[in-house]
């Protein structure tokens, strides 16, 4: 393989970031793991970069200096529906993340963060990508009266279309196939979001709370998405 087919086969990595140390020390540790990597100090340049250079994966500040990350998210979002977007936040707090993840982000961090975990969701992410292409390049199913496509990301019923996150998804596919069983929040953790240390099972619970919005008529009375007290969660498809 000549070196120019390597660098182009290296994953692209878009860093919209205003502090220089964070972006200096994300660029080194990115390179060094063998990413591409470019950097944009402000919202408007980072949309521009990521329409312009197509990234692999987007790391998004919140707090940039022209506007709020989350608007940012959700501009990119609409215009890139499968885009990973992991969200680097220092507001620690629960309601914040997910905001972020409501604007369309598939994964966040805390600030300061772990240059490795970064790296391992970031590869986790990449993983899965590559296990949906491959293995599940087709695959559809119902949810009541929804269809799930695999490949597009997508729920589906008549004309409305919404779009599943990476984790969204592999918490339905895992939940589908498991189907009329209890999983414990525990199980669907370490299948689903690996081993991380920043991950609870709050963010099981989080995920569960905003797979329902999206999948129920009523999500007080959740008729496919079912909680098992004191054991976890099955799916009713
Ligand atoms: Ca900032």
Redesign the pocket.
């Known amino acids: 393989m000549t070196a120019e087919l390597e660098a182009s086969s290296r994953k692209r990595i878009l860093v919209i ?3 220089p140390d964070i972006v200096r020390g994300l660029r080194d540790a990115l390179e060094f793991e063998g990413f591409e990597v470019q950097a944009r100090g402000t919202g408007a340049e980072g949309l521009t970069a990521a329409m312009d250079w197509a990234p692999d994966c987007v790391l998004l ?1 919140l ?2 200096p022209d506007d709020n990350g989350y608007r940012v998210c959700e501009t990119l979002r609409s215009r890139d529906e499968t885009v990973p977007i992991i969200i680097l936040t220092a507001k620690a707090q629960e309601s914040d993340k997910i905001r972020g993840l409501e604007a369309g982000a598939d994964d966040y961090v805390t600030k300061p963060f772990s240059v490795a975990e970064l790296i391992a969701r970031i590869n986790a992410i990449f993983r899965r990508q590559s296990r949906m292409s491959s293995s599940h390049a087709d695959e559809t199913f119902t949810i009541g009266s929804w269809s799930i496509n695999a490949r597009k990301h997508t729920m589906s019923r008549g004309r409305t279309s919404k779009r599943l996150t990476f984790y969204e998804l592999e918490v339905l596919k895992l939940l589908r196939e498991r189907s009329e069983e209890t999983l414990s929040r525990d199980e669907l953790l370490e299948k689903v979001w690996g081993v991380q240390t920043s991950t609870t099972s709050r963010t099981v619970d989080n995920f569960i709370v905003k797979l329902r919005r999206k999948l129920e008529e009523d999500q007080k009375n959740p008729r496919h998405i079912l909680t098992v007290y004191g054991l976890g969660y099955k799916l009713v498809p």
Do not use: C, P, S
């Open positions: 970031e205003d502090e500040d707090m940039l």
